[in-house]
């Protein structure tokens, strides 16, 4: 079953987020200090529970009028700010995670791969680890999304980013030697710790968003379970140990289009060469979310106070295509002013580029350069370039039916890639005239090669050269409504050292027209 599912519950998710945040926090201004309110009605400031202390200590006095003012509107009375849960006992929830999920797997689900014990145990301590090939989609979104879990636990307890990574690692690292009959997979360690603390980040501070004051309806409860499930528990249950989010500006925007697309493979080389050209073009539906976490600019104080979040999802005859991409900032240092900005940040990137046409994931940490200019007063330039050092990455082979040809006994199914690693170069420009004309473009490239052991049984090794380019020109009709048209390629260079896997090369184009929402944001 292809788990096509993750594409529904994202977008459900990312909606619900829109209209439960959207909430009339002008009502509530009245009530709040003029000094801290104009704070709060400054796009750029992020309130924090220790500068919300450090303010109420300085007001506090003789006054409970001020005093409950703080307390309800910006500090909780359950704060528990600075506080750490006991390490143990968040390592044996992690450990507790774990075991419910195995016994789920063993006594519900009745899957081989929970049959394991003590002889498996000592086989992975004898015999290591070992690279595996399960579905792509469970490695490349179930790993991080179980990974967030581990984070997410540890996060609420009030550890900061780096600290709930490493129960991230233990959760992976126990769960690959102890719940499974396969060997444990240094990718799977891989993309659970560190993909899924960037899934853990993302989703907690969108839960914690969703209850950004100490009274909230139940159902903005219900939304922030409902996006990290695991932090939202443990908070309940152990208290606030950590700063609030909810003053952080969001925007957040939902698309809706159909266009036309087209693509071919073609293999260089090789007596059969024509036979294995193929090309195709067909009608498609698209939908695309995109959240930008934070101002570009701020100073980022904690990891991941300032991410983006882009998906793109496409459907027609010939297949499904589901693009995800994930930035966050690490550090940053910059200036800026009166609009313009310069900003140096170290980021962790996650790409992911999935269905039918096409399988490809990066893992990656690199540095970026972002400069803004407004150049006269209706019009504005924005550059950004960014260069990564790709951990882990992976793509599929696109030579199934010459294996099979070979190797009759082959059947693939969404594990036929290869893990490989190298660097990743990105370039954006954007312009925006009268804060009604946008356009855009970014390319990104990819320059990957195989891991040394880790190919499939019948894989094949080698260079990949990967090029992403969205071409989008936007104009706004309301102040939440946009009409657009967007130009996305991908292209697929591979060079492979197999005599039965020429060079290739695959490309896919997809014109969209469509409708742009502002739900959250200018």
Known sequence: MRPHFFKWILSAFLVLSASAYSQKVGEDLPQIPDSLRNRIENADEVISIKEARDFRNSVRGNSAVAADTVEVLVMPKDS?????????????????????????????????????????????????????????????????????????????SGYGFYGSMVFAALGSSTWEMFCETEYPAPNDLISTTIAGSMFGEVLYRLSRTSYNSSKVPWYRHLLAFALEPAGYAQQRIFGNRDFYTGWTPIELTVAAGMGSRFGSDYRFGGDDADELDKEWNDRHGMMAISLEYGRPYARVKKPLDYFTLNFFGEGGLEGKVLQMDIMGKLINRGIHGHGHWLDFSVNLDYDTFYGDLATVSTLSLGGAMDLALWLT??????????????????????????????????????????????????????????????????????????????????GVSGWDFLLLNNTVLEYRILPWLDIGHRLDTYIKMAAYSSEIAEPMSRRIHAFSWYLNFHLLGS
């Open 80 to 156: 528990l700010y600075g506080t750490h849960v006991n390490p143990l006992i968040v390592g044996t929830e992690v450990l507790g995670l774990n075991a419910f999920v195995w016994a789920w797997d063993y006594w519900v689900l009745d899957k081989d791969y929970a049959h394991t014990g003590p002889s498996y145990w000592k086989r992975n301590f004898r015999e290591g680890w070992e690279w595996d090939h399960n579905h792509w989609a469970i490695n490349f979104y179930g790993h991080p999304y179980q990974g967030s879990m581990y984070y997410a636990t540890a996060r609420a």
């Open 377 to 458: 007063p209706d019009l504005r330039f924005r550059v950004m370039n960014q260069i990564y050092w790709i951990m882990l990455g992976s793509a599929d082979m696109g030579y199934d039916d010459i294996i099979k040809e070979f190797h009759p006994e082959y059947n693939p199914d969404k594990d036929s890639y290869q893990y490989n690693s190298g660097v990743k170069y990105s370039l954006m420009f954007e312009t925006l005239y009268k804060k009604r004309w946008r356009f855009y473009d970014k390319i990104t490239i990819d320059a990957v090669k195989t891991i040394e052991g880790t190919t499939p049984e019948y």
